[in-house]
């Protein structure tokens, strides 16, 4: 090999050590998620220090078949102070009727029921639950995602974990067990390439906070403008995370990893939602369009593979088989540790999951570079880079293009502790312990 050119043993070089380092992110979230998952915490409440509450906020979309189940584990918690914050924009919405009949089946329980939304962004989710964030009556708000089903304890876990230096506490994304193939992708995914990036971040302090489960302290929010001031980004889990930290404050994940459940589960759906979450990370960190290929498991052996023969004429062949099947053990071993019990599913079915991922795993990032505009639900949106959306096609868009258009106005402030019961376009209903709020 000493014919070669000079540079390209710098190539090798370079790479065999980026293959190390990728190799290190392995160890570490295997030792760290050992370490800290499913790990029970010992720390009790006190009369001096009771435990704080908690106002959670719900948005909701539609009905899928677990809808029911997922919020009704909101309601059993195992935890004294709370109060739950459905959100839904369209007052047609069948989610209604569900949560109506949830309130009368748990009387006892404070939740209030939001219905129409605010415009203080792009972003549909913001838009939904800042009615119920300024609602808000506690110190804390946790923001949970339609599809997320709640153990009894993992509401105190997640308190548990909020130190005096902590703003934000956030569960790392797995699923619930079901049944079919598209649920062991999804399972495979979360368990190995997501775990493995979310866990070794944790360590090092990088901000990979995803906020589909995730627990705030509202006086932090606020100091930053409120949740309206994140409603320019669809990403906002990443700058509200990026904003709490540079005021000073630290993040962590919690012991239990999020459990989403929803109940309609098919491979295109799940992939158009990672080829989804790939525009999002490209335009708000550009960098990730060299990294996250390089980091493909077949990708960077075919490359270590070439820089081991280069290095130490090493088989590449061989180099390149043992690397794949160390990936695949190792991947094994993190699922297992992220499951925390027995599979729901043969090994057969891993290894066809496994394989599948890996194999269409830089296909999706292709097709999210090819195509960068973002479909959520009905809407089409694009990204500048650094994250700021504006959805394409909308009465604000045309209106911003237009130079004879008046300029939007900012949403007003919402008022929490004011309403008026009778007043026009606002309607509020008080049962017992429970209130239901139309906002028209």
Known sequence: MSHLPLPLYGFAAFFMVFWLGTWMVH??????????????????????????????????????PNLQHNLETFFTMDYPLYELLFCVEDKEDPAIQLVEKLLAKYPLVDATLFVGGSDVGV??????????????????????????????DTLLDMVQNMSEKHALVHQMPFTSDRDGFAATFEKVFFGTVQSRIYLSADVLGINCHTGMSCLLRKAVI???????????????????????????????ISNQPALQNSGLCDIGSFQARLIRWAKLRVAMVPTTILLEPLSECMILGAIAAWSASVLFSWDPL???????????????????????????????????????RELTGPYLFLHALWNPAIRWRARTYKLHWGGVAYELNSPATDAANDPLAPQPQPAPTLEPAVVNAGTTGDTLICTGAKQRLLVS
């Open 27 to 64: 160890v570490i979230a295997i030792c760290y998620g050992r370490y800290k998952l499913h790990k029970k915490s010992c720390k009790l409440p006190t009369e001096a220090q009771p435990l704080p509450g908690v106002s959670i906020l719900k948005p909701l979309m539609g009905v899928d």
């Open 123 to 152: 972003n549909p989710k913001i838009n939904n639950i800042h009615p119920g964030y300024m609602a808000a009556k506690y110190d804390f708000v946790m923001i949970s995602d339609s599809g997320i089903k709640m153990k009894d």
């Open 222 to 252: 606020d100091q930053l403008g409120g949740l309206r001031a994140f409603g320019c980004y669809l990403a906002e889990d990443f700058f509200i995370a990026r904003s709490v930290t540079r005021l000073g404050w630290k993040m962590r």
């Open 318 to 356: 061989v180099f390149y088989l043992v690397h794949v099947l160390c990936w695949f053990l190792s991947d094994w071993l993190l699922l297992s540790i992220v499951q925390h019990g027995s599979m729901p599913f043969h090994k057969f079915e891993f290894v066809v999951g496994w394989l599948f």
